[in-house]
């Protein structure tokens, strides 16, 4: 089965960090083993343990061997790198960075920044819906310009710790209350859409080659213009949003935010809504991220909610993973560092350049620019003085003297001119010098840029100064956007020309011979990031229940319908003080409303909900109760060693076996039936238990998948902490007391197998084993961030799920028919049988053909992402497997007429003899002794 992927790189043709420059060709040598073919590997979900599927608090190791049921089909990855408009998409991608970015802390503007993934996501959509590579997978690297004197920025989605504390002080304000800021503000603008190329025909194929490089650049260059457009009407948005909070408002791009958030009606918004609401001193408790997890990881990669995979180059690395070790734990090293791994390459042209700074023309240019930008900075500082001048001089004509308000003037209650004089004054004075460092700033950049079109723009190796001007116009982009923000004043930062003015410096040979080698192990190491994407988060392996030994020895899990018996379960035996009162439910309509994603367009997906009481019903307190365990685990700790705790855990396995027998459940997957795809039954148990102290399941589980049913537990809101053991940037991730998150990764789990990003497959080493660096993303199947959103590459892996495990079983069929044949011993008798029964055996092959075309129609479904077209065929391809193995069969008596004689049995040889060979009494006497043994022989032990 092909699955189309798309490499997008941005930044590698001279224009991004380190002045990466790649070509076509180099792009087929490095990444052409990215291109391979993958088994499709199962494991057997009974094998999970909370060491292996990374629940165990603090630790996760050990690799599984793939299931005893391997795939016949394989995944094809079919790579296609795009090639774009060099400089204007990364210069897009630059100014996009830079308007969804925030500060982490409110008091630190320049400090870190946190990229905002929610306004992040539906830019990127927009563009690779443009280049039309939305009907496949695509996986973009981002290597943008970057200098040790820029602040770092990671991705995520939600707020900062420090945010949320000055949201909640700032609650009162007209502008964070539900649908005030629209009225005031105006709706924020969104990135342009894009209807997309491709159309659904139900009968599509895959005709790409198995790597080629796609030239984009027209595409591309007309989506940057769009592009523009938006960031600009966004910049003004922010702009005047600043000016009417008051430049000096305290976290400024926080409110804006959390207003703009609280328009909607997103999970994120009813979050960010209770945080508000909730009193001071909850935010000072150290439950309260347990409780509100707005917080996410900042990470440099991101996994979005539709197909594609980002990994910025130049983001800040941080550390995540189990916090006591194990495999695949990510750390600063993990991601290849662009200046690192050109650090030398980068010595060798500053010593090139040092080299040529005492020539004549070097110097001359350099006066040149040291005489311009001198000249330009003392004209426009001489301007801004006279123009301050002027202001005051205004404040004399009408008789008033500088501070001094006029006789109509409000006063505060300190007798101060509200807008003048005390503070307000102050304030009017720092804005004054603003603006003046604005303005020099701004013409200190417009020198450097009518520098470089005279002497640097479209030349090989131009005058160093050209490079050294290039490095100062980053420093000053960044100075005027962080100043900017802060103000809402615009600047010109983003001409036309995308500062692709500054010349090719190119290298000598001993250079050239460095850069070579730091290439060849930077993309060696890149491809090996990039591998690790498709095997863990394209195309990952599935787990299945199956324990016979066979695969078509169990239906597949894909059924035409598909019932969700929701039964919530209530514990109502305690009274909770106000403090333990109930703050965070588990949302049945947003996971309802998830679960309908999963379905495929012909699918239906129906639910039942059920209200119980374990008050009024002793069975299933009693199953309850029977099922409750007391363990203590070894929980890490921040800042000491793992203390030991005592945990309180339902068994799944004794709590599934009384609820089996408390609501009588049938098969569920109705295995035996005329149509084994007619119907499935999903049993969901949900406890909702109001107790001091937390239950889990099976000691680290929120919600677990089982054979027949999946067992959910939602705890009361500010109870003890939940432990997960995942670390992040050195800080303990805590676990959300709404299930919601880990409920939809069990269902997605029941229904098809599909497990989470860490677990992938080894090709090397041919095991499942975990690697914690695609982990990300707000999904439910990201340990990174608390997202409640299926991603779209998740429910493809769910109905591919559906399409491989049908082909198998079906493929099972096939050999299973294959194998009685190839009993037939090729002796004269067998040719003669042959020669007589032609018509059958060509009918055979007919139905051979016919089974193996609906296979291959399957798998073409399915490589251009056609996955209901596959499984509306899944039926076909059994029904036909059935019939040749019926047909194997009958060919095999057919050949073999004497086998039917022999099973049929009789008398042996020596009770004939016995009972023709002497009278009657004596012939009945040694038939009971000869016969008697044989009702008592038993089976050997083997």
Same mark, same amino acid.
Not at 547 to 564: C, E, I, M, N
Not at 700 to 705: F, L, T
Not at 724 to 732: E, F, K, P, S
């Given at each position: 089965?092909?699955?189309?992927?798309?490499?997008?790189?941005?930044?590698?043709?001279?224009?991004?960090?380190?002045?990466?420059?790649?070509?076509?060709?180099?792009?087929?040598?490095?990444?052409?083993?990215?291109?391979?073919?993958?088994?499709?590997?199962?494991?057997?979900?009974?094998?999970?343990?909370?060491?292996?599927?990374?629940?165990?608090?603090?630790?996760?190791?050990?690799?599984?061997?793939?299931?005893?049921?391997?795939?016949?089909?394989?995944?094809?990855?079919?790579?296609?790198?795009?090639?774009?408009?060099?400089?204007?998409?990364?210069?897009?991608?630059?100014?996009?960075?830079?308007?969804?970015?925030?500060?982490?802390?409110?008091?630190?503007?320049?400090?870190?920044?946190?990229?905002?993934?929610?306004?992040?996501?539906?830019?990127?959509?927009?563009?690779?819906?443009?280049?039309?590579?939305?009907?496949?997978?695509?996986?973009?690297?981002?290597?943008? %310009?970057?200098? +040790?004197? #820029?602040?770092?920025? &990671?991705?995520? /989605?939600?707020?900062?710790?420090?945010?949320? =504390? @000055? *949201?909640?002080?700032?609650?009162?304000?007209?502008?964070?209350?539900?649908?005030?800021?629209?009225?005031?503000?105006?709706?924020?603008?969104?990135?342009?859409?894009?209807?997309?190329?491709?159309?659904?025909?139900?009968?599509?194929?895959?005709?790409?080659?198995?790597?080629?490089?796609?030239?984009?650049?027209?595409?591309?260059?007309?989506?940057?213009?769009?592009?523009?457009?938006?960031?600009?009407?966004?910049?003004?948005?922010?702009?005047?949003?600043?000016?009417?909070?008051?430049?000096?408002? %305290?976290?400024? +791009?926080? #409110?804006?935010?959390? &207003?703009?958030? /609280?328009?909607?009606?997103?999970?994120?918004? =009813? @979050? *960010?809504?209770?945080?508000?609401?909730?009193?001071?001193?909850?935010?000072?408790?150290?439950?309260?991220?347990?409780?509100?997890?707005?917080?996410?990881?900042?990470?440099?990669?991101?996994?979005?909610?539709?197909?594609?995979?980002?990994?910025?180059?130049?983001?800040?690395?941080?550390?995540?993973?189990?916090?006591?070790?194990?495999?695949?734990?990510?750390?600063?090293?993990?991601?290849?560092?662009?200046?690192?791994?050109?650090?030398?390459?980068?010595?060798?042209?500053?010593?090139?350049?040092?080299?040529?700074?005492?020539?004549?023309?070097?110097?001359?240019?350099?006066?040149?620019?040291?005489?311009?930008?001198? =000249?330009? *900075?003392?004209?426009?500082?001489?301007?801004?003085?006279?123009?301050?001048?002027?202001?005051?001089?205004?404040?004399?004509?009408?008789?008033?003297?500088?501070?001094?308000?006029?006789?109509?003037?409000?006063?505060?209650?300190?007798?101060?001119?509200?807008?003048?004089?005390?503070?307000?004054?102050?304030?009017?004075?720092?804005?004054?010098?603003?603006?003046?460092?604005?303005?020099?700033?701004?013409?200190?950049?417009?020198?450097?840029?009518?520098?470089?079109?005279?002497?640097?723009?479209?030349?090989?190796?131009?005058?160093?100064?050209?490079?050294?001007?290039?490095?100062?116009?980053?420093?000053?982009?960044?100075?005027?956007?962080?100043?900017?923000?802060?103000?809402?004043?615009?600047?010109?930062?983003?001409?036309?020309?995308?500062?692709?003015?500054?010349?090719?410096?190119?290298?000598?040979?001993?250079?050239?011979?460095?850069?070579?080698?730091?290439?060849?192990?930077?993309?060696?190491?890149?491809?090996?990031?990039?591998?690790?994407?498709?095997?863990?988060?394209?195309?990952?392996?599935?787990?299945?229940?199956?324990?016979?030994?066979?695969?078509?020895?169990?239906?597949?899990?894909?059924?035409?319908?598909?019932?969700?018996?929701?039964?919530?379960?209530?514990?109502?035996?305690?009274?909770?003080?106000?403090?333990?009162?109930?703050?965070?439910?588990?949302?049945?309509?947003?996971?309802?409303?998830?679960?309908?994603?999963?379905?495929?367009?012909?699918?239906?997906?129906?639910?039942?909900?059920?209200?119980?009481?374990?008050?009024?019903?002793?069975?299933?307190?009693?199953?309850?109760?029977?099922?409750?365990?007391?363990?203590?685990?070894?929980?890490?700790?921040?800042?000491?060693?793992?203390?030991?705790?005592?945990?309180?855990?339902?068994?799944?396995?004794?709590?599934?076996?009384?609820?089996?027998?408390?609501?009588?459940?049938?098969?569920?997957?109705?295995?035996?039936?005329?149509?084994?795809?007619?119907?499935?039954?999903?049993?969901?148990?949900?406890?909702?238990?109001?107790?001091?102290?937390?239950?889990?399941?099976?000691?680290?589980?929120?919600?677990?998948?089982?054979?027949?049913?999946?067992?959910?537990?939602?705890?009361?809101?500010?109870?003890?902490?939940?432990?997960?053991?995942?670390?992040?940037?050195?800080?303990?991730?805590?676990?959300?007391?709404?299930?919601?998150?880990?409920?939809?990764?069990?269902?997605?789990?029941?229904?098809?197998?599909?497990?989470?990003?860490?677990?992938?497959?080894?090709?090397?080493?041919?095991?499942?084993?975990?690697?914690?660096?695609?982990?990300?993303?707000?999904?439910?199947?990201?340990?990174?961030?608390?997202?409640?959103?299926?991603?779209?590459?998740?429910?493809?892996?769910?109905?591919?799920?559906?399409?491989?495990?049908?082909?198998?079983?079906?493929?099972?069929?096939?050999?299973?028919?294959?194998?009685?044949?190839?009993?037939?011993?090729?002796?004269?008798?067998?040719?003669?049988?042959?020669?007589?029964?032609?018509?059958?055996?060509?009918?055979?092959?007919?139905?051979?053909?016919?089974?193996?075309?609906?296979?291959?129609?399957?798998?073409?479904?399915?490589?251009?992402?056609?996955?209901?077209?596959?499984?509306?065929?899944?039926?076909?391809?059994?029904?036909?497997?059935?019939?040749?193995?019926?047909?194997?069969?009958?060919?095999?008596?057919?050949?073999?007429?004497?086998?039917?004689?022999?099973?049929?049995?009789?008398?042996?040889?020596?009770?004939?003899?016995?009972?023709?060979?002497?009278?009657?009494?004596?012939?009945?006497?040694?038939?009971?002794?000869?016969?008697?043994?044989?009702?008592?022989?038993?089976?050997?032990?083997?």
């Amino acid at each position: 089965m092909t699955v189309a992927i798309n490499l997008v790189f941005i930044g590698f043709q001279g224009d991004g960090s380190n002045k990466l420059d790649v070509n076509s060709d180099e792009l087929m040598s490095w990444f052409r083993h990215v291109d391979h073919v993958l088994p499709h590997t199962r494991i057997a979900l009974s094998e999970l343990s909370c060491s292996t599927d990374g629940h165990c608090a603090g630790t996760a190791n050990a690799s599984l061997p793939p299931s005893p049921l391997p795939s016949f089909v394989h995944l094809n990855m079919s790579c296609n790198v795009v090639a774009i408009q060099k400089g204007e998409v990364l210069a897009i991608f630059e100014r996009a960075i830079a308007a969804f970015s925030r500060p982490m802390d409110p008091d630190h503007e320049t400090g870190d920044q946190q990229v905002d993934a929610l306004k992040l996501e539906p830019f990127i959509d927009s563009f690779i819906t443009a280049l039309g590579l939305d009907r496949g997978y695509t996986v973009l690297v981002v290597n943008p %310009k970057w200098s +040790a004197s #820029l602040p770092s920025y &990671a991705y995520r /989605l939600g707020f900062s710790d420090y945010e949320l =504390q @000055l *949201l909640n002080q700032q609650a009162s304000m007209p502008e964070l209350q539900p649908h005030q800021a629209a009225a005031k503000w105006g709706r924020e603008p969104s990135p342009p859409m894009y209807a997309s190329r491709h159309t659904h025909t139900g009968q599509g194929f895959y005709t790409g080659k198995k790597f080629q490089v796609t030239d984009l650049q027209s595409v591309s260059s007309s989506w940057a213009k769009a592009a523009a457009q938006y960031l600009s009407e966004l910049e003004d948005f922010q702009r005047r949003v600043i000016k009417l909070l008051g430049p000096k408002t %305290k976290g400024t +791009a926080a #409110l804006m935010r959390a &207003a703009t958030l /609280l328009q909607g009606h997103a999970e994120l918004s =009813q @979050l *960010l809504l209770a945080t508000l609401k909730l009193a001071p001193e909850h935010l000072h408790n150290p439950r309260f991220r347990a409780t509100h997890p707005l917080e996410d990881c900042p990470t440099p990669l991101w996994v979005s909610k539709t197909r594609w995979l980002l990994l910025d180059l130049t983001a800040r690395r941080t550390d995540w993973g189990p916090a006591l070790g194990g495999d695949g734990v990510v750390t600063h090293n993990t991601l290849p560092d662009v200046s690192y791994a050109f650090a030398e390459t980068e010595e060798k042209r500053a010593d090139k350049r040092l080299s040529k700074e005492d020539n004549e023309s070097e110097l001359e240019l350099k006066n040149k620019l040291s005489i311009m930008r001198n =000249q330009r *900075l003392a004209q426009v500082a001489n301007q801004q003085q006279h123009a301050k001048q002027l202001h005051v001089g205004q404040h004399l004509v009408h008789g008033l003297a500088p501070g001094e308000a006029p006789a109509d003037q409000l006063l505060d209650p300190d007798g101060n001119p509200v807008g003048a004089g005390g503070s307000s004054s102050q304030e009017a004075q720092e804005e004054v010098d603003r603006h003046h460092q604005e303005a020099l700033l701004q013409a200190e950049l417009n020198v450097y840029e009518e520098f470089a079109t005279v002497h640097c723009a479209g030349r090989i190796n131009p005058p160093i100064v050209c490079v050294e001007a290039q490095e100062a116009v980053l420093d000053l982009k960044h100075t005027l956007e962080v100043m900017t923000k802060g103000s809402g004043n615009k600047m010109l930062l983003n001409p036309d020309h995308h500062w692709d003015i500054f010349g090719v410096e190119m290298d000598d040979e001993q250079t050239s011979a460095t850069y070579s080698a730091a290439k060849d192990v930077f993309f060696s190491e890149l491809s090996n990031v990039l591998s690790r994407g498709l095997r863990h988060v394209v195309a990952p392996p599935s787990a299945t229940w199956h324990h016979r030994g066979y695969l078509h020895d169990t239906a597949s899990p894909f059924a035409h319908k598909v019932h969700f018996t929701i039964y919530t379960i209530q514990d109502t035996s305690r009274v909770l003080g106000p403090w333990r009162l109930r703050g965070v439910h588990f949302d049945l309509e947003a996971f309802k409303q998830q679960l309908s994603r999963l379905a495929m367009p012909h699918q239906a997906f129906s639910f039942n909900q059920v209200t119980l009481n374990m008050l009024d019903d002793p069975v299933l307190a009693g199953a309850f109760a029977v099922s409750l365990r007391t363990s203590f685990l070894q929980v890490p700790h921040a800042v000491s060693d793992p203390v030991e705790n005592e945990a309180l855990y339902l068994d799944s396995r004794e709590l599934a076996l009384r609820l089996r027998q408390r609501f009588d459940m049938v098969n569920t997957r109705r295995v035996g039936s005329l149509d084994p795809h007619a119907l499935l039954e999903v049993p969901v148990f949900v406890f909702e238990l109001d107790r001091d102290v937390p239950v889990l399941i099976d000691e680290h589980y929120n919600a677990r998948a089982l054979e027949d049913l999946v067992v959910i537990v939602q705890n009361a809101a500010n109870q003890d902490e939940h432990p997960t053991g995942m670390m992040c940037d050195g800080i303990l991730l805590q676990r959300p007391l709404s299930p919601l998150k880990h409920a939809l990764s069990a269902v997605v789990q029941h229904l098809g197998g599909v497990l989470p990003p860490h677990l992938g497959y080894n090709p090397g080493r041919k095991v499942v084993q975990h690697d914690w660096l695609w982990s990300v993303g707000a999904h439910p199947l990201s340990w990174t961030s608390w997202g409640g959103h299926y991603s779209q590459m998740h429910i493809d892996a769910l109905h591919r799920s559906y399409i491989l495990d049908a082909i198998d079983s079906s493929v099972d069929l096939v050999n299973s028919g294959i194998a009685l044949l190839q009993s037939v011993a090729p002796v004269p008798e067998t040719h003669q049988r042959i020669s007589s029964m032609k018509s059958e055996l060509q009918q055979l092959l007919q139905q051979f053909a016919q089974v193996v075309n609906v296979w291959r129609a399957m798998v073409a479904h399915g490589a251009v992402l056609e996955y209901h077209a596959a499984a509306e065929i899944i039926t076909t391809s059994e029904t036909l497997a059935r019939t040749f193995v019926q047909h194997c069969r009958k060919v095999l008596a057919d050949l073999h007429p004497h086998h039917c004689a022999a099973r049929v049995g009789g008398l042996p040889r020596l009770l004939i003899i016995a009972i023709y060979g002497t009278s009657t009494t004596a012939g009945l006497a040694v038939a009971s002794v000869l016969v008697l043994p044989l009702f008592k022989r038993k089976a050997k032990s083997i």
